[in-house]
């Protein structure tokens, strides 16, 4: 199983970003996707989920309105639109696949490092 984020980088409190996760290795399109960020010394915490056929969207309150997570099961990839970013979206971002109960399927990857300047 590989997951694969990318796009992360650096920009400017108000401004945006657009993650790619690259799946491989696992029934994507049979599998709930989720993007989950780490702050240096805090906990995981999940951003956005995706259900296996794109139709519904969920969103943790902090970043309601802002985000947008979707995907394309013919590539295996799922995006994470960050629009508004504010300091605090600052973390490393991963994606994984995971399961009703909210656990996650697979190791994680290494994750894309987002940076939001003031």
């Known amino acids: 199983v590989q997951l694969q984020a990318s796009g992360g980088g650096l920009a400017q409190s108000g401004g945006s970003l657009r993650l790619s996760c690259a799946a491989s290795?696992?029934?994507?399109?049979?599998?709930?996707m989720a993007w989950a960020r780490q702050a240096p010394g805090k906990r995981l915490e999940r951003v956005a989920t995706?259900?296996?056929?794109?139709?519904?969207?969920t969103y943790a309150d902090f970043v309601k309105g802002r985000f947008t997570i979707s995907r394309d099961n013919a590539k295996n990839t799922v995006w994470l639109q960050m629009n508004d970013l504010k300091v605090e979206d600052t973390a490393k971002y991963y994606c994984?696949?995971?399961?009703?109960?909210?656990?996650?399927?697979?190791?994680w990857g290494k994750g894309t490092q987002v940076t939001v300047s003031s």
């Open positions: 290795g696992f029934a994507f399109s049979n599998s709930d």
């Open positions: 994984n696949a995971v399961a009703t109960s909210g656990l996650y399927f697979y190791p």
């Open positions: 995706i259900k296996s056929d794109g139709d519904t969207t």
